[in-house]
């Protein structure tokens, strides 16, 4: 068994320094496999320029990755969290993946959301399933799950687990999530935040509801719409491993790509 689980937060925007010690003081005491905190964590949603979010941005060996190497210490768990992420020229919404003092790799948002576009570049990066404590993780951030053939890439690549770090601001992706993880056999937590922003020409009501699905759909854990909240799950991870549904059908054996649309550009 595995015990995995989701902090659901209410950053305050720009104070990192605050942001990081909401989440230590609820991770007191907490031993664990894998956490998931939300997107941008750290420093907030709303930006209202590419100079400020430039301004918010680091490296994955600057205070965001020590936060997590911290925190992962302390709870024995990997540790997925959203931060922005300064690589050469670009800056990208990305996701860490901390395990103990390593920073396994950062996943870098594919499908950026509303002005996501003026302020960040998409990801450059393939998406990738991480082995990590016995748990095969695949990342994705937010509105990546709008698009199917995301968590669809991420469980034929092998995922156990969708780590799911959001600032989700639309009512439909926690019902969502719940066919991504049936469609697929796989475990997935969202984290989300809660709370508002309003900043230059936007606001932002965030919709909180983290939660945790398992293989079948199942809600194993729902938090409220407006508290901060944290929880944790035992799972027997290695149940996303079969696609079998029963004696005839297999989810992943079972698809006629052949009759599927192809882009061949
Ligand atoms: C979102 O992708 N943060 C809505």
Redesign the pocket.
Known sequence: MKKVGYVQTAPIFGDKEKNFNQIENLLVNVKADLLVLP?LFATG?TFISKEEAISFAETSNEKTSQFLKKISKMTGAVIVGGYIEQAENEIYNSAMIVSNDRVVDSYRKIHL?YK?KLWFSSGDKPFKVYEVNDIKIGVM???DWIFPETVRTLALLGADIIAHP?????PYCQNAMITRSLENRVFSITSNRIGEENRGEDHFQFTGQSQIISIHGENLSLAPKDEIFIELVDIDIKKARDKKLNEYNNLFKDRRQDFYYQNDN
């Not at 959001?166 to 639309?170: C, E, K, P």
Request: overall charge negative; aromatic content about 24%; proline content about 0%.
């Open positions: 997107e949603y959301y996501e951030i937010c509105f959001a600032n989700l601001v639309l």
